[in-house]
């Protein structure tokens, strides 16, 4: 018996027969390596200055944009991406790219009066050194570039384990970031939790998106190590939806929030609550617009529900469906992608599983309450605090739910999916762990605080 790690495979969604990627795990002293490469980088990395890494990154988003093409189909092909979706994925890893390419610059402290005497004091913000990232493989261009656009522009080196269902998207992401960043900047180090592992015990700060026991397990580790970490995790996000609310337009929000990439997005919906009248009007609306939801080939421009990831994805969710009252789509027959089609659960019984944990599917559970404090109620009653849409066409309802509502992030009229780069990303509970990710808390999770306080050598020069 050997006790080497599993290789790296990594196959079509959409046709299992269809390979990407086969390659023995590179192991434990692989990974420890890269992050002692990227080590070494960093800090010429950091002397090179403010323009060489604004430039670089510049560079990069230029280099997504002219692969736009090959990189959505890539990702459709690797992780079974609608490729309508995959498209916007790709526009919006080179907007984050240039994005942060605009952080060089930006001011890195402030500065304070001394409490007494001559001199100055100073607060300035360090780059951590090498970030590990453990990325998941349902954005595979976005998640890797939100975390390492802000960890180089703030003069960090990297170090990326992909997950290996995406390891294809994750190596070709790599060529483009390489030909703009010097030798060890970044690196993509593919495996499984090997590897992973391995990164994590290593580097200086590590961030992570994938499943809660993962998330946790990683947090447990960075704790032990005493360094900065934060985690991204699950959810089951509630769409709440009043009587005001214009009911057809909340069912699209809704019906792409549930079965767009087949759920498979930490921020999809998976419960949706329906106040007082709202119910039955709801119900029609959103069983019409599920049925119309073209389910099938990713590479087909009008799909909008895809295969899962694996057979095992995929079994989870007709498992977790099994025997309960549902309006659903029809799943494509004649193919041996890993498709099941979307559903919305209806009359679950309490305590049912659904009701507490993520499936990661096109399942939803459509759940009644008497009025908006019972709908917050329900939306607070689980583990997880990712996001929360609610519709409604006024603003007390909107005011008392931002007040109550206890996610990291509320969207009133608007999909609980499909975030924005620039703004803080994370959760409350289960869902997340430590500082926030994406926009300018980037930049401060990748850098800590250094305080300078500057006094003269010599005595006053007032006469
Ligand atoms: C989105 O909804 O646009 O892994 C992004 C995930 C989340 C990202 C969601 N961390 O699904």
């Known amino acids: ?31 420890t390596r890269a992050v002692e490469r990227a080590r070494a980088a960093q800090p010429h990395w950091l002397l090179d200055g403010a323009a060489a890494r604004s430039a670089a990154l510049g560079a990069i988003a230029a280099a997504v944009e002219a692969a736009a093409d090959e990189l959505t189909a890539l990702a459709v092909r690797e992780v079974g991406k609608p490729v309508t979706e995959a498209r916007a994925e790709v526009a919006r890893t080179a907007a984050i790219w240039r994005y942060y390419a605009q952080a060089p610059y930006e001011p890195t402290g ?55 269902e995406a390891t294809a998207c994750a190596q070709r992401l790599a060529e483009i970031v390489q030909q703009a960043v010097p030798t060890g900047v970044f690196t ?27 998330g946790q397990a990683v ?5 032990a190590r005493g360094i900065p970490a ?24 809704i019906a792409s929030a549930i079965a767009g990439y087949a759920g498979q997005k930490c921020t999809a919906t998976s419960r949706v609550i329906a106040v007082g009248a709202a119910l039955g009007p709801l119900r029609e609306a959103l069983a019409e617009r599920l ?24 079994d989870r969710v007709i498992e977790a469906r099994r025997g309960l009252p549902a309006v659903a ?21 309490p305590g049912h599983p659904l009701l507490h944990e993520e499936v990661f599917g096109p399942l939803a559970a459509l759940l009644p309450a008497d009025d908006l404090a019972q709908a917050v109620r329900i939306t607070n009653s689980v583990p997880y605090g990712l996001v929360t849409s609610v519709h409604t066409a006024t603003l007390d309802a909107t005011l008392h739910g931002l007040d109550h509502l206890d996610t990291g ?16 990303f994370g959760g409350t509970k289960a869902s997340s762990s430590g500082p926030r990710e994406q926009g300018h808390a980037a930049l401060d999770f990748y850098t800590s605080q250094r305080t300078y306080t500057l006094t003269p050598a010599l005595p006053s020069i007032l006469a």
């Open 219 to 223: 947090t447990l580790t960075t704790t």
């Open 110 to 164: 402030v500065v304070h009066e001394t409490a007494a005497g001559p001199g100055l004091l100073l607060t300035r913000r360090r780059p951590h050194g090498v970030a590990g990232l453990i990325t998941p493989w349902n954005f595979p261009f976005a998640i890797p570039s939100w975390k390492a656009a802000p960890a180089l522009a703030t003069g960090n080196t990297v170090v990326l384990k992909p997950a290996p």
């Open 230 to 253: 934060q985690a991204e995790m699950g959810g089951l996000n509630a769409a709440i939806v009043l009587p005001d609310a214009d009911i057809d337009t909340a069912a699209a929000h």
């Open 409 to 424: 992030m509320v969207r009133v009229n608007a999909p609980s999916s499909g975030v924005d780069f620039h703004l803080p």
């Open 1 to 31: 018996m050997s006790d080497a790690p599993p290789p790296v495979v990594s196959r079509n969604p959409a046709d299992p027969s269809d390979i990407l990627v086969h390659v023995p795990a590179p192991g434990a002293r692989a990974a």
């Open 291 to 314: 049925r119309a939801l073209a389910v099938g080939d990713p590479a087909d421009s009008a799909t909008v529900c895809g295969p899962l990831i694996s057979e095992r994805a995929r």
């Open 188 to 214: 993509v180090l593919p495996g499984g939790a090997t590897e992973g592992n391995a990164v994590v015990s290593a580097a200086d700060a590590v961030s992570f998106t994938g499943s809660t026991v993962v």
């Open 329 to 349: 789509t029809a799943a494509p027959t004649g193919s041996d992608g890993w498709y099941a089609a979307p559903a919305l659960v209806t009359d679950l019984p």
